[in-house]
């Protein structure tokens, strides 16, 4: 029933940043962003928890990139800084219900956005 919208991708030269953006009907404990290269699995990137209490990157984008979520708690946005050409992939918004868990699993989320292309070109 939680319905997740994505906006936000684009092309940027390697080294620069774009923004992603992902608004739910409902707020949700968890609120993260996946990657999925074609041909390969979808990836943990980053996920906070409710109240912006828990947070959590993958080792390939700590430091990087930056995850937050608004007042309400329903939009969670991901500020990406010095783009790769690897972080080339479909970023997919996703949420989970449940408290207990932790943030990188994939199985703890049950909603997902619709995907949004990012590409950073060399």
């Known amino acids: 029933q939680v319905q997740l919208v994505e906006s936000g991708g684009g092309l940027v030269q390697a080294g620069g940043s774009l923004s992603l953006s992902c608004t739910a009907s409902e707020r949700t404990y968890r609120m993260g962003w996946f990657r999925q290269v074609s041909g390969k699995e979808r990836e943990f990137v980053a996920a906070?928890?409710?109240?912006?209490?828990?947070?959590k990157y993958s080792d390939s984008v700590n430091g990087r990139f930056t995850i937050s979520r608004d007042n309400a708690d329903t939009t969670v946005t991901l500020q990406m800084n010095s783009l790769k050409p690897e972080d080339t992939a479909v970023y997919y918004c996703a949420a989970g219900p449940t408290v207990v868990g932790g943030l990188d699993r994939e199985e703890l989320y049950a909603y997902w956005g619709q995907g949004t292309q990012v590409t950073a070109s060399s």
């Open positions: 906070m928890s409710r109240g912006g209490y828990r947070t």
